[in-house]
């Protein structure tokens, strides 16, 4: 059966349908095109595959994410088709959306608006990680998502951070630092896609230099000894990988690296 693809918004998106009869304008059309685009790189197989990873499919068109990135930067970067795309909710169009939106172009509204949307990890991590992290709001965001009950919203806090650790080579030690006290509070939360958040934001900082390594070993030190489990496994499982072999000889490095300069 063929799978109908529709370029109004849905439930999910934050736009208004199109008027029955009105003749679409360049960007709705642009938006029909796109998701046209979309169908045709799609397979049943794709879809049905997404379940094994825990991604919802039941408004998935089943295109490989290698794909939508080649599709993305055929594309360009493109706020005003990015946030069209979103407004459809589907779940390749939204992942399109966070590789073609113009950071620059991202207010916090918009930030908060998406973040509330965030239904699965891999819109989350897909749009903190290629999107957000990019946006002069990203480190305000941390701090306020980090205290949201929403599993979603939650992680969307400690996705971010994780993705800043990644690719925010210009700023000090001192927000990681911070970061670290968001992380230590919130890792008692059991929830799955929060504590594994918590985790990767970890692990993510104690990588990213000798001196925060140090802090964050202290840290899952002492998660490690909680009477909480999520935050046991939180800091049983960052101490094996910050305290490996391979990641001590990467830090080793970078601190001779340092030294010379």
């Not at 208004?16 to 790189?41: D, M, Q, Y």
């Not at 941390?142 to 205290?147: E, L, R």
């Not at 799955?192 to 934001?201: L, S």
Request: proline share 4%.
């Amino acid at each position: 059966m063929t799978r109908a693809v529709s370029a109004a918004p849905s439930k999910r998106g934050q736009g208004r349908a199109t008027r029955s009869g009105r003749a679409a304008g360049p960007l709705e059309a642009r938006v029909r095109e796109t998701l046209a685009l979309l169908k045709r790189h799609s397979s049943k197989a794709t879809r049905d595959g997404m379940a094994r990873y825990g991604l919802p499919s039941d408004q998935a068109l089943g295109v490989p994410v290698g794909t939508m990135r080649r599709l993305a930067g055929e594309l360009g970067r493109n706020h005003e088709l990015a946030v069209a795309l979103w407004n459809t909710g589907w779940y390749e169009a939204r992942m399109l959306a966070a590789f073609i939106d113009d950071p620059a172009r991202v207010t916090p509204a918009q930030m908060d608006r998406w973040c509330r949307q965030f239904d699965n990890w891999g819109i989350c991590d897909t749009v903190c990680f290629h999107l957000f992290d990019r946006t002069p709001h990203a480190w305000r965001k941390v701090g306020q998502w980090a205290g949201r009950r929403d599993e979603f919203i939650k992680r969307g806090a400690f996705a971010l951070l994780a993705s800043l650790t990644a690719h925010d080579k210009r700023i000090d030690e001192e927000p990681f630092i911070h970061g670290l006290l968001l992380i230590e509070r919130a890792a008692g939360d059991d929830r799955n896609f929060v504590k594994k958040a918590v985790n990767w934001a970890l692990r993510c900082i104690g990588k990213r230099s000798p001196t925060l390594n140090t802090a964050a070993v202290a840290v899952a030190r002492r998660l490690s000894a909680s009477p909480e489990p999520a935050a046991r496994w939180v800091g049983k499982d960052a101490l094996r990988e910050l305290t490996s072999a391979a990641v001590t000889k990467r830090l080793a490095v970078r601190r001779r690296v340092a030294s010379q300069r």
